[in-house]
């Protein structure tokens, strides 16, 4: 990534710096969202920050990589900084600004985990009217354009689920069927997918349930499982607390960037 804003930096006349631990680290990420990302950024400093100087530094830990980008220009003032991530503010008000205000809102995006309670939302059945096929969209008007939203934004999926008669809880299952009418535009394909499934009998009970999520994400262009997680033993409200899949989930999240 920084190897292709070299030359932009130099032609701002800016000196760089970049500091990569000589070991080798090996960890899991988003490629192409931590690229945008990085990339965002640095597009930032240039066009906003009047900075000579920009620093990239990698450091390490046991259980993750810390990436951080600095430059020393004049900076975000006090009033500023609390915006700085809203969608379209900009810290130039003047008709001089330059840029949309989306830059690091979507950087923000990025990096952060949503965590979606289906039952909270207001999503209705599909009704297999297929009118998603000739207007691009469901003709139904609740929560689900919202959720579809998220969704075409993220990189990483993590679907979770009680075992309910050895399938998906109901909201899941409805959510799934609702996707039909989102699959009838862009953003859903290529997605990275996790799978949670919890139930007070063993791993075997779950199966039918994992099967269930892969043959959603089989219908979804590129999508990859990257992992199941399940969390045996669960069957009142708290007794999910302590279980070993606790521990498992944070791994393989830490992983992945997700936390």
Same mark, same amino acid.
């Given at each position: 990534?920084?190897?292709?804003?070299?030359?932009?930096?130099?032609?701002?006349?800016?000196?760089?710096? +970049?500091?990569?631990?000589?070991?080798?680290?090996?960890?899991?990420?988003?490629?192409?969202?931590?690229?945008?990302?990085?990339?965002?950024?640095?597009?930032?400093?240039?066009?906003?920050?009047? /900075?000579?100087?920009? !620093?990239?530094? +990698?450091?390490?830990?046991?259980?993750?990589?810390?990436?951080?980008?600095?430059?020393?220009?004049?900076? +975000?003032?006090?009033?500023?900084?609390?915006?700085?991530?809203? =969608?379209?503010?900009?810290?130039?008000?003047?008709? !001089?600004?330059?840029?949309?205000?989306?830059?690091?809102?979507?950087?923000?995006?990025?990096?952060?985990?949503?965590?979606?309670?289906? /039952?909270?939302?207001?999503?209705?059945?599909?009704?297999?009217? *297929? /009118?998603?096929?000739?207007?691009?969209?469901?003709?139904? =008007?609740?929560?689900?354009? =919202?959720?579809?939203?998220?969704?075409? !934004?993220?990189?990483?999926?993590?679907?979770?689920?009680?075992?309910?008669?050895?399938?998906?809880?109901?909201?899941?299952?409805?959510?799934?069927? =609702?996707?039909?009418?989102?699959?009838?535009? !862009?953003?859903?394909?290529?997605?990275?997918? *996790?799978? +949670?499934?919890?139930?007070?009998?063993?791993?075997?009970?779950?199966?039918?349930?994992?099967?269930?999520?892969?043959?959603?994400?089989?219908?979804?262009?590129?999508?990859?499982?990257?992992?199941?997680?399940?969390?045996?033993? /669960?069957?009142?409200?708290?007794?999910?607390?302590?279980?070993?899949?606790?521990?498992?989930?944070?791994?393989?999240?830490?992983?992945?960037?997700?936390?």
């Amino acid at each position: 990534i920084m190897a292709d804003w070299v030359p932009l930096l130099e032609n701002h006349d800016l000196t760089y710096e +970049i500091e990569i631990p000589e070991t080798e680290y090996m960890t899991r990420v988003a490629t192409t969202a931590y690229t945008r990302i990085l990339n965002n950024l640095l597009q930032n400093i240039l066009t906003h920050s009047d /900075a000579r100087q920009v !620093s990239l530094t +990698i450091t390490e830990t046991e259980q993750q990589a810390k990436i951080m980008l600095a430059d020393n220009g004049k900076g +975000i003032s006090a009033a500023d900084l609390p915006h700085i991530f809203e =969608r379209m503010y900009q810290c130039d008000h003047s008709r !001089s600004a330059k840029g949309n205000g989306l830059g690091l809102s979507i950087a923000k995006e990025l990096v952060s985990v949503h965590t979606v309670r289906l /039952a909270e939302l207001k999503i209705d059945y599909c009704s297999a009217c *297929y /009118a998603c096929k000739t207007t691009g969209h469901c003709v139904k =008007r609740d929560d689900m354009e =919202r959720l579809l939203a998220k969704i075409r !934004s993220a990189y990483v999926i993590v679907l979770a689920t009680p075992v309910y008669f050895y399938t998906m809880c109901a909201q899941l299952k409805t959510m799934i069927d =609702r996707t039909l009418g989102g699959a009838q535009q !862009s953003g859903l394909e290529n997605k990275e997918f *996790y799978f +949670i499934a919890t139930a007070a009998d063993g791993k075997a009970a779950m199966e039918r349930t994992i099967d269930g999520l892969r043959g959603y994400i089989e219908c979804l262009p590129g999508a990859v499982e990257k992992g199941v997680i399940y969390g045996a033993g /669960a069957w009142q409200l708290g007794d999910i607390q302590g279980n070993p899949a606790m521990q498992e989930a944070y791994r393989m999240g830490m992983g992945n960037g997700i936390r």
